[in-house]
């Protein structure tokens, strides 16, 4: 009786896999579905872990702190830009090239590259300098993310403001980066850099 | 046992009026006398509420000078620019290649000559730190009234009439 049982167990468990129920195309989307809906949370959620502040001061820290005294960190309206805003691209695509560029320094940053404030200071002009370059062949990209051109109200801007963004910026002449250098780092050694 | 208790009496009796002297002198050291100086009459003990910070005037047109050689103000608002041994933001715009295509005020030549009397083809470094001289203003009264005047010649009020 038992041993009847038994076989009919296993020959119903080889009957349900070896058959396709009628379930199944709904069982294997419905999976599929949640599965991908826990992925691609997943992986987004890690991509957005791997753009706080927090996690960024873990290697960074000292230049982390050079943006506090700046009004991209403490101003009037308690608007704050962080360093993913700036140094890592909105869009989606852009974002994973950068993530993937990452991991070139990650692996310098274990190597030791970079691993006293001397070493930054001495490479702190060939980092600028790359970033300086990035912002440019993207018409700073990352600045008007949310200074948008077109939304600037010249009347509420200082004198000196309004003369370089009516003329320069607004020709397409020059480019947020070519005049703010340093708005949240301290400056590299100028010498030999246009405009300084 | 008398003894004891007596001398317990005598040593509180002592340690209280010790305190109680000492607290007195304090009361006098802090004490000002009377007088009111700049932060107002008020003792040197007391914490007073701290004056609410001056803004910066923001963007001003040129102020005028009050007398011969006197370093010019800074009309605007300089947060965060750098000037130190790497970078001088200052000279970005009012630095002689710069300033005329800015519109800026140019920088003395004056400040292109050595203490030895030597003229540089550039800042001198002993001119190098703008704000040891030249200081933006801030929007605040003077904390003492005065009748300092601008001489004559300079002032601007005074030629217009």
Redesign the interface.
């Known amino acids: 009786m038992s041993d009847n049982n038994k076989t009919g167990l296993i020959a119903r468990l080889w009957q349900l896999f070896s058959k396709p129920a009628k379930i199944a195309t709904g069982a294997v989307l419905g999976m599929g579905f949640i599965g991908g809906i826990l992925f691609w949370g997943g992986f987004n959620w890690g991509m957005e872990a791997t753009n706080t502040e927090a996690f960024c001061s873990g290697c960074h820290a000292p230049i982390v702190e050079e943006i506090q005294s700046t009004i991209h960190y403490s101003n009037r309206s308690g608007v704050r830009a962080i360093c993913s805003d700036c140094h890592v691209p909105h869009q989606w695509t852009d974002k994973i090239v950068r993530k993937v560029q990452a991991s070139k320094e990650l692996v310098m940053h274990f190597i030791g590259t970079i691993d006293t404030p001397e070493k930054f200071e001495a490479r702190r002009k060939h980092l600028a300098e790359r970033e300086w370059h990035r912002l440019k062949e993207n018409d700073s990209l990352e600045c008007r993310n949310c200074h948008d051109f077109q939304f600037m109200d010249f009347t509420e801007q200082g004198k000196r403001a309004v003369t370089m963004h009516s003329t320069s910026l607004a020709s397409g002449d020059k480019t947020c980066i070519d005049c703010h250098k340093g708005i949240a780092h301290a400056l590299p050694d100028m010498s030999g850099v246009e405009g300084w | 046992m008398k003894t004891l208790i007596s001398s317990m009496v005598a040593s509180l009796l002592l340690v209280t009026s010790w305190a109680s002297a000492n607290a007195v002198d304090n009361e006098e050291f802090v004490s000002n006398g009377g007088l009111s100086s700049l932060r107002g009459q008020s003792e040197l003990n007391d914490t007073k509420q701290a004056e609410q910070l001056k803004k910066q005037v923001?963007?001003d047109k040129v102020i005028d000078r009050n007398y011969v050689h006197q370093p010019p103000l800074i009309p605007?608002?300089i947060?965060?620019y750098?000037v130190d041994?790497?970078?001088n933001?200052c000279?970005?715009c009012h630095g002689w290649k710069?300033a005329g295509q800015?519109?800026a005020t140019k920088i003395s030549p004056t400040h292109f000559e050595t203490a030895d009397g030597l003229t540089l083809s550039d800042v001198a470094p002993r001119r190098y730190f703008c704000l040891q001289c030249h200081v933006p203003q801030a929007d605040a009264p003077p904390l003492i009234a005065n009748d300092f005047k601008a001489v004559d010649a300079l002032d601007a009020a005074n030629s217009s009439r």
Do not use: P
């Open positions: 923001k963007d605007h608002q947060r965060d750098q041994l790497k970078s933001k000279l970005s710069f800015i519109g």
